[in-house]
């Protein structure tokens, strides 16, 4: 047997805390101080920010983009991803309108709505995993479809006579404080998202799936199987959301969350989640997607125009991808002017 | 005769070089001369540093301290194409093509003939791609996009390229681990008459028999560090073997008596249109079958058909009296059948992940309470077996993809063997792995094979199915075209029966 | 030993040219795939209306097609090296707005052109500075200049607009006119289609795009200057939709900050559709001309046969969907054709 | 914008709206007047908030302007609202993107003290104070039909060009299109077709190609959007079809010059949208100086634009579109 140090790593030199950190701060982990620095600052400076009401304000504009950034996580990290959930959303909005129109109960129409979004997620999945076709092409197609077919179900109407109930608890808020009583559903989603996608097998292979799917095919993972669960998953909660967003707004119509995919996106990947499948942590997300929230509000608060807002959105997501490549290349570069420092050559033993 | 250092300028020289990354010591001050029409060898054990060595000298990594000299001049290579551009040709350990690219524009990629005006001369690439892979005896369509090759077809599309260039120095970083015989010798064919035109050549190999045959100097690195630079003559195998591992060399295939029991991987009738043909043959409890062929025979194919990752047309397959269906891993994982793929890049790890999950991925079934994932017994699995196959690494938690060739298939290894499986298909399993580790590979199949569990054994190194196996089987062209008792199997039974040119009679039924 | 064994690969197999043959034909059929369908859906159309290839008509569909295939085929060269450029529709509009200034100050309309594709270069040095130099996800880096110089170009722009009143009328005449049904636009876009197709097909740095988008990694290693390769793609990308940009002014005669907005997705469709795969590597600029002529013309289809807008989204998807299932389809076909050819082809060598 | 408001004066907002108007009131000073158009940087909308802002510095109160930048993104019009809420603004005077969607937020902020005015484009009647109209839908419908019936000789199949399906103006309007058919003297003319070219440029362009095609006997167009006429301008004056067909509908002067003067286009009208920013401003603050309710007849002045009556569920309207033509269209810089 050889002995103990072929095994384990030959005793070398240990970089510097500073350094092993600068490597350890993650993306995500960046967002998320960014995020408090920004709740820290808008509280204390920005005028009309920290009220209950505002803060329910915020929380309610940002839950479609929250809910939807879930399983696009999710989906992103196994190398997918879906372009339809916007169209998805107003294709269940608008089934939700058609139906309470024709005069069925609201409690019957919900579960058919996220039983759609299953079906448009399996549309989606299987020409994904059955044909082999790049999910970018098909969710362009579908995007286009599902917003097509809900254009022709609810027309130009525009239905706003749901039950009070239902509207009050999709855009009001638990008492006087700021949560929308929609984000105690959203909390659980949350929780089970994290749970899935960090703490299980199925969250292993989706991270496996997403950076070799080949490696994880051969690991006896089932790729498409899991896939198709994912898009799946993706149109039940875009349909869900597209249900929400009806309550929320108390309006259905057809173009109900047009352009939302792009928002969901932009979030994803300010969140630090890497569209080639395998990077990234469900907390970067949420915390992305409450970063762009957050500060949308407060530059509207502090009367920045839409254009300003637009340009910088662009710039954090710019900085977003730089930053964290422009501190890892200071700190190796830092790390070889060390080693070079250290280093002296031992004499080599010729025979 | 003795070799001394001859008195002219090394054409390509390093000059105690260091090279880190991040806590892992690499390279520690290590010298080398090559000289013209001297072909020169680099040894050492996996994780020794001859890799990243030959990334310096390609200018793929600038070294932390130290130079690199041509013609005894100090340069700064800025990259590849600074290399390159000096003459200096190298064949990576692991083969770089553009899978999408035909086999043809890969190998003249960025320095195609022209024609007028500057552009592609796309005949001309296509001439003397084939004249090129005539020289090789290589038998491949230059026009077939590089997608869809098999390691070796990968390996011999390298060497091809390596040798266009009409490089003053060759570099060839494990150009042989998927290579055959056959492809082989003709490999250092080409290579002598290089060198006998005066190219300076750097060989790296696992294979001491190659070293030996091809190379008047060898350079033997332990841990980063220079542990000799000597000429070959008067050297042994155990010399060899000793500055490497800084000790003795067990028994390389160290076969241990077993009790043959029942079958228990039974495939019938197996075929995959336009790949293989009416494949028949079983694999019993305790033993070893070794399955021989050339390079692109079928074997991998058939395996990954067994294993379900490929789907089969026809025929079926039995673990352990239960049928597999096609195409389901997952079963067939479950029926206690595991698959040690031979590309370890692409189907063995997904390189972007820590050493402890991909060692993981395979165990969820017993890392999992309540559906949970149990991270402690996930470290322990991946430990446990990390430790058994002496895998070279800094922490279980880093990246797969910085370890060195050898001790990635190692982590492949410790990925299948930890699930403990009943039938075990091992392909190309000691692809790139050192000779110390590899005896203890062996070791470790044998001891499976002597606890009952039925080994599948596909190897392109044919010392190592004769030195294992019980029984060899032959493909040829996607048949099977002989069974050879373990007693019976020499070389030239394994390659004629190989070559297509067996005896009928002795055909599997 | 091992190296002693006699050579094996006995006999060269025959040459391959029948083989190569029907390989270069499969190849081809990933734009025949478009063109087929193409053509069907022209000629079904012109059987249910006979005015919708009229000399007018023809010279809309080339007209209507020109921006998108100009727009697409500097995407698909960015997509080739599996990059992608989503700031393309931002880009067109401010320089279509650049353009408009300039010649309402009654600049001539030769500058004007040069001054649109100048300024779509300059964004195209900015996206490919951005991508190459920091080693960034393409897809946010450009999403993000997309928000930028949208945001920019409303600022600047604010609510003014250009008219056709304030452009002069040899201008707005060339963005019509032509010879018999050719536009002169149209004559355009197609010189500047074959001339970076022959770009990419026999010079040393179009191939490079090739390699490098099939493996970067590979690239790299084979001394290929990558960065100034993926700065030429982007360059040439922010030219080209530069240069749509003036055209689009010529065409539509009207220009405001709103121009080119969500422009991206449907230059990604037409790539897409064109079979330019986005794991890079693969795919021809024809193609995604092709993908482009086909979005173009279903668009001019549907109203052509009096379909009601309202099923014209739904129906696009459909087709979108059609389009690149039918692609893959006929693509696995020849596959399975191919290699039920080799193995007769073996067994009659094995015989 | 400086203005704080103490907390009596906030809570006069929903009393007025609810008690008693009284025309004699003061009109306030320094109140500030959030417009929130349907999209910023649309043409139309700033020259129609810009009158807002001219009529606002006159009674000495204060103009903002907030939007976002598409004009179909219901849900920032959404938040835009809860943000104006949120600063405490006296007045909103919004163009609706849905009549349903801003309901909840436009509620929360009169229940808040805020006064809501909506203007060109109306929200259902109970969630805002008063709705400024540009015209009546009926008169716009009428007209524009009364128009292409005159430039084709009363004769011939016509289209309809209009922006979205879901655009609550334009299904108005064209629903009182339909219904002026009907009368005898239009008895020769038929309407052949609708097309959406959802307020896009490319969109509108290719419908009016694809109606065309479709219908080679087409004599006229009516497209009662801005986007749409000029779209249709463009791609008539570079075909074959120049002067054969007609034109007609809702454009403004400047967009329309070039095709009016080159013969694409006889006549089209518009209302002038300054005046209808600077009568939602008036209205605002009327609202918030208690001097009206929004109940319907009650009478205000405002400025120079003259006196309006409220009509039924608080619409005010601006009175009836010019009609420009050659003779008249550079008048008017708009
Ligand atoms: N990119 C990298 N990042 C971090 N560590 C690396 C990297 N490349 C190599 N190493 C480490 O450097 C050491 C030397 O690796 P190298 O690949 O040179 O070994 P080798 O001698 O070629 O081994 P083998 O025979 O297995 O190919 C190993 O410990 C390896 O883990
Ligand atoms: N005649 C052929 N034409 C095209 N491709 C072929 C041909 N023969 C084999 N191949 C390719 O070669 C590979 C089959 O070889 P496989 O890897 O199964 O062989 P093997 O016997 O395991 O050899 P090795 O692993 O040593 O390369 C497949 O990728 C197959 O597509
Ligand atoms: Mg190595
Ligand atoms: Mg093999």
Redesign the pocket.
């Known amino acids: 047997m050889p002995d103990a140090t072929t095994t384990t ?1 030959a005793p070398a030199v240990r970089p510097p805390a500073l350094a092993r950190l600068g490597g350890a701060v993650r993306w995500d982990t960046a967002v998320g101080v960014l995020l408090l620095t920004l709740l820290v600052c808008s509280f204390s400076f920005v005028d009309n920010f920290g009220n209950a009401l505002n803060l329910s304000f915020l929380i309610g504009n940002t839950l479609p983009i929250a809910l939807i950034a879930l399983p696009m996580t999710l989906l992103v990290v196994s190398g997918e991803v879906d372009l339809s959930v916007g169209s998805t959303a107003g294709l269940s909005g608008a089934v939700m309108g058609a139906l309470w129109n024709a005069g069925m109960t609201i409690e019957a129409i919900i579960p058919l709505c996220l039983l759609l979004g299953v079906v448009c997620g399996l549309i989606n999945g299987l020409l994904v995993t059955r044909l082999g076709l790049p999910s970018l092409a098909v969710t362009i197609g579908t995007m286009a479809a599902y917003r097509g077919i809900a254009q022709i179900v609810l027309g130009s109407d525009s239905v706003t006579d749901f039950p009070t109930q239902y509207l009050d608890f999709g855009s009001g808020r638990i008492g006087d404080t700021f949560v929308p009583y929609a984000a105690v559903p959203f909390t659980v989603l949350l929780a089970v998202a994290v749970v899935v996608l960090h703490a299980t097998p199925t969250g292993r292979s989706l991270f496996a799936t997403g950076a070799g799917e080949e490696a994880a095919r051969f690991s006896g993972i089932r790729v498409k199987r899991l896939k198709l669960s994912m898009f799946v998953t993706t149109g039940l909660i875009s349909a869900l959301t597209g249900v929400f967003w009806a309550l929320h707004y108390a309006s259905a119509r057809y173009d109900n969350a047009t352009g939302l995919e792009l928002s969901v996106i932009a979030a994803v990947l300010l969140g630090g989640i890497d569209f080639d499948g395998g990077k990234g942590t469900l907390g970067g997300a949420v915390a992305g997607v409450l970063l762009l929230g957050t500060l949308q509000n407060v530059m509207s608060l502090t009367n920045v125009s839409a254009q300003s807002q637009i340009v910088v959105t662009g710039v954090l997501l710019v900085i977003s991808v730089l930053a964290p490549r422009v501190g890892r290349q200071v700190s190796e570069a830092r790390a070889r002017r060390r080693t070079r420092a250290a280093v002296v050559p031992p004499s080599p033993r010729t025979s | 005769m003795k070799h001394p250092e001859p008195e002219t300028t090394p054409v390509l020289e390093l000059e105690g070089v260091s ?1 880190s ?2 806590a ?4 520690r001050g290590v010298s080398l001369r090559l000289y013209a029409g001297e072909a020169h060898a ?1 040894a ?12 310096v000298l390609a200018g793929v ?1 600038r070294p932390d301290t130290g130079t690199v000299l041509l013609d005894g001049e100090p340069v700064g290579f800025h990259g590849p194409a600074d290399a390159r551009d000096a003459g200096v040709a190298v064949i990576y ?1 692991e083969p770089t093509l553009f899978p999408d690219l035909s086999v043809a524009e890969n190998i003249f990629v960025g320095r195609q003939p022209r024609r007028s005006f500057g552009r592609v001369d796309h005949r001309a690439v296509r001439r003397a791609t084939a004249e090129l892979f005539e020289r090789l005896g290589v038998d491949l369509d230059p026009d077939r996009p590089a997608r869809g090759l098999s390691i070796a077809d990968q390996q011999l599309v390298e060497i091809a390229k390596a040798l266009s260039f009409d490089a003053r120095v060759l570099i060839m ?2 150009p042989t681990a998927a290579l055959t015989g056959s492809e082989v010798a003709r490999l250092f064919g080409v290579v002598r008459t290089l060198r006998s035109q005066g190219a300076a050549v750097l060989f ?1 190999s ?1 294979r001491l028999e190659e070293i030996f045959a091809l190379c008047r100097r060898v350079t033997t ?1 332990r841990d ?1 560090a220079l542990i000799s630079s000597e000429p070959l003559e008067g050297l042994s195998e155990d010399d060899l073997v000793r500055r490497m591992v800084g000790r003795d060399l067990d028994d390389l295939y160290p076969k241990q008596r077993t009790e043959i029991g029942e079958v228990a991987l039974g495939v019938r009738r197996l075929t995959r249109e336009g790949v293989f043909t009416d494949v028949s043959f079983e694999v019993r409890r305790g033993e070893i079958v070794g399955l021989a062929g050339l390079v692109g025979a079928g074997r991998s194919e058939l395996a990954r058909a067994v294993f379900g990752v490929d789907r089969f047309d026809g025929g079926e397959v039995e673990v352990l009296g239960r049928r597999l269906r096609t195409g389901a891993p997952s079963a067939a994982m479950a029926a206690g059948l595991a698959l040690v793929p031979e590309d370890r890049r692409a189907q063995g790890l997904v390189m972007d992940m820590s050493i402890e999950r991909n060692i993981g991925l395979t165990g969820f079934a017993a890392t999992t309470r309540a559906g949970l994932m149990n991270r402690a017994a996930e470290r322990d699995r991946a430990v446990d077996w990390a430790v058994r196959l002496q895998v ?3 922490r279980l938690a ?2 797969v ?9 190692k982590v492949v290894l410790a990925k299948w063997l930890a699930t403990s499986p009943q039938v075990l298909i091992v392909d190309e399993p000691t692809r ?3 000779v110390g580790t590899k005896a203890e590979v062996h070791r470790l199949l044998s001891s499976l094979a002597a606890q009952g569990v039925a080994v599948l054994m596909i190897s392109s190194d044919l010392p190592e199915i004769l030195g294992m196996a019980d029984r060899v089987l032959v493909m040829h062209e996607g048949r099977l075209t002989a069974e050879i008792p373990g007693s019976e199997a020499t070389e030239e039974a394994v390659m004629a029966a190989a070559t297509g040119r067996a005896d009928r009679g002795r055909t599997a039924a | 030993m091992t190296v002693t064994a006699d050579p094996v690969r006995q006999q060269p197999a025959p040459p391959p040219d029948a083989s190569r043959r029907l390989v270069d034909r499969v190849f081809k059929a990933r734009e025949l795939a478009v063109a087929l369908v193409l053509v069907l859906i022209l000629g079904a159309t012109q059987l249910s209306n006979t005015e919708f290839l009229s000399e007018q008509g023809v010279k809309d569909l080339l007209l209507n097609a020109t921006i998108l295939v100009l727009v697409a085929t500097g995407q698909a060269v960015v997509v080739i090296t599996r990059n992608v450029d989503l700031s393309v529709g931002s880009v067109l509009g401010i320089s279509a707005f650049a353009a408009g200034i300039h010649l309402r100050d009654g600049g001539s309309p030769l500058v004007a052109v040069l001054l649109a594709v100048g300024l779509g270069a300059l964004f195209g040095v900015l996206n490919g500075a951005l991508v190459s130099l920091g080693k960034v996800p393409a897809l946010v880096v450009t999403l993000g200049t997309l928000y930028i110089v949208r945001g920019i170009d409303s600022i600047w722009v604010g609510s003014r607009q250009i008219t056709a009143d304030a452009l002069p009328a040899g201008f707005v005449d060339f963005g019509h006119d032509g010879i018999w049904v050719l536009p002169y636009l149209a004559l355009l876009a197609t010189a500047v289609l074959a001339g970076v197709a022959y770009y990419l097909r026999s010079y040393h740095s179009g191939r490079d795009l090739y390699a490098l988008g099939s493996s970067p990694e590979a690239a790299r290693l084979a001394g290929i200057p990558v960065r100034a390769r993926i700065m030429t793609a982007y360059v040439l990308c922010g030219a080209l939709a530069g240069l749509a940009g003036a055209l689009y002014l010529a065409r539509f005669g009207n220009v405001d900050s709103a121009t080119g907005n969500g422009y991206e997705l449907t230059v990604v469709s037409a790539v897409v559709v064109g079979g330019v795969a986005f794991t890079g590597g693969s795919g021809t600029v024809y193609g995604a001309a092709l993908g482009a002529l086909l979005l173009t013309s279903i668009n001019s289809v549907l109203p052509a046969i009096g379909v009601s807008s309202v099923w014209v989204t739904a129906i696009n998807g459909f087709l979108l969907l059609l389009a690149i299932a039918a692609d893959r389809i006929l693509a696995l076909r020849v596959a399975a054709a191919l290699r039920k050819k080799a193995a007769r082809t073996r067994s009659a060598r094995h015989a | 914008s400086g203005t704080t408001k103490d907390s009596a004066n906030k809570a006069a907002g929903p009393a007025a709206a609810t008690g008693k108007a009284d025309p004699n009131k003061a009109i306030k000073k320094g109140l500030t007047v959030a417009f929130l158009p349907k999209q910023v940087n649309n043409p139309y909308f700033t020259t129609s908030d810009g009158g807002g802002k001219k009529a606002l510095e006159q009674l000495g109160s204060t103009y903002k302007e907030v939007g976002t930048s598409s004009g179909t993104d219901t849900s920032g019009q959404v938040s835009y609202v809860n943000t104006l809420t949120q600063q405490q603004v006296d007045a909103i005077a919004v163009s609706a993107q849905d009549p349903g969607a801003l309901c909840t937020a436009l509620k929360q902020a009169m229940k808040n003290g805020v006064s809501v005015v909506t203007y060109d484009s109306d929200t259902q009647t109970g969630c805002r104070q008063a709705f400024v109209s540009q015209a009546s839908a009926e008169d716009l419908g009428r007209t524009q039909i009364q128009l292409l019936a005159k430039q084709i000789g009363g004769k011939g199949e016509i289209a309809i060009l209009s922006a979205a399906q879901t655009a609550t103006n334009q299904n108005t309007w064209i629903d009182f299109m339909k219904d002026e058919l009907k009368k005898p003297e239009y008895k020769d003319i038929k309407l052949v077709k609708t097309a959406y070219g959802d307020d896009d440029a490319q969109k509108s362009f290719q419908q009016t190609q694809g109606l065309l095609q479709e219908h080679p006997g087409l004599k006229g167009i009516v497209s009662p959007t801005t986007v749409g006429i000029k779209a249709a301008a463009q791609y008539l004056s570079g075909s074959k079809y120049r002067g054969k067909v007609k034109l007609t509908g809702l454009g403004t002067p400047n967009d329309m010059r070039a095709y009016v003067k080159n013969g694409t286009v006889e006549a089209f009208e518009l209302w002038d949208p300054a005046k209808l920013g600077a009568l939602a401003a008036h209205t605002a603050v009327a609202l918030e100086s208690g001097r009206i309710t929004g109940a319907e007849g009650e009478t205000f002045t405002a400025g120079d634009l003259g006196s309006f009556t409220i009509g039924k569920d608080g619409v005010v309207l601006l009175g009836k579109p010019t009609v420009f033509d050659k003779a008249n269209i550079d008048q008017f810089k708009f």
Not at chain 2, 24 to 27: D, E, G, I, K, S
Not at chain 2, 44 to 55: D, P, Q, R, V, W
């Open positions: 790593m | 090279k990354f991040g892992v010591r690499a390279l680099l050492g054990e996996n994780g020794a540093g001859k890799s990243t060595l030959i990334k990594h350990q970083d494990e790296i696992h690195l980063g070279k690494y800094a880093h990246v993809g910085t370890l060195s060739g050898g001790n990635q298939q790139g792995i050192d």
